[in-house]
């Protein structure tokens, strides 16, 4: 048999009540779907106290009683002394676990929000009709003169316009002069002897050897080593910092 359970969340460091229902097997862990209260806790954090006042059988008697409680605590306009909620709830608790179907106004009101912020979806069903019949058609995303003139006009301002042929060639052209042009297996061969020849090349087993051997020397990386206070331990900077430091046995003791 299902269990609903009514309950009054508390929020341990704001105060702030929120009357909620859930059908879970753990009411005590549950945390509330309200828009309000979510955006509560995710500011606030989740330390909440539960208290269930009734645990009822039927979804029925759960609208039935949430109803009642929601009437009595006017939990969607009481305010305190400062005229800050003193509920999370924006609706009465029906137990429908929901808003109603939106109405016209409440569509308007979220259309002009989403384009006040630059999120409103333009698209459209008769947009997509006219998507999906296109690409039936085998033409794909037809874009109009009026498209390209515009994009063209943007990249000229931004300074990013298309690269044309003779850029290109003039590119390649200076890559040559400076000699940063396409690699070939020629010129990666060059480029390799040079680094080992400076001891620049990290591919052998000599340079890494003679790195370890120079942070070794000036005591840096892994050999940069360090003193507990606590227990007066020498181990490497890293891992004092990550797996020692103030967790030291003697420290916590």
């Known amino acids: 048999m299902t269990i609903y359970y009514l309950m009054v969340k508390t929020h341990k460091i704001t105060g702030l009540k929120y009357l909620c229902q859930t059908r879970c097997k753990e009411p005590y862990k549950y945390l509330g779907s309200g828009e ?78 989403r384009s006040l912020n630059g999120t409103i979806n333009t698209t459209t069903p008769d947009s997509i009709a006219r998507s999906v019949a296109t690409r039936k058609a085998g033409q794909g995303y037809v874009v109009s ?45 060059k480029r390799v002897a040079t680094r080992r020849a400076n001891d620049k090349y990290k591919g052998t087993p000599e340079t890494t050897t003679k790195r370890f051997q120079t942070l070794k020397e000036i005591g840096a990386g892994i050999y940069n080593k360090i003193e507990c206070p606590h227990c007066k331990k020498v181990m490497g900077k890293p891992m004092y910092m990550r797996w020692h430091g103030d967790k030291c046995k003697i420290n916590i003791i």
């Open 36 to 113: 309000y209260w979510s955006s509560h806790l995710r500011k606030h954090g989740k330390t909440i106290m539960t208290e269930i006042i009734h645990e009822c059988e039927t979804k029925e008697e759960l609208s039935e009683r949430g109803l009642h409680y929601s009437d009595i605590w006017d939990v969607v306009n009481a305010r305190d002394e400062s005229g800050k909620k003193i509920w999370a709830n924006l609706k009465p608790e029906s137990g429908d676990g929901g808003w109603p179907v939106a109405t016209d106004a409440i569509i308007t009101k979220r259309l002009l929000t």
């Open 145 to 189: 003169s009026e498209m390209i003139d515009k994009a063209n006009a943007t990249k000229t301002r931004n300074n990013t316009f298309k690269r044309t042929p003779e850029s290109i060639i003039k590119g390649i052209a200076t890559k040559a002069v400076r000699g940063t042009g396409k690699s070939t297996p020629e010129a990666n061969s």
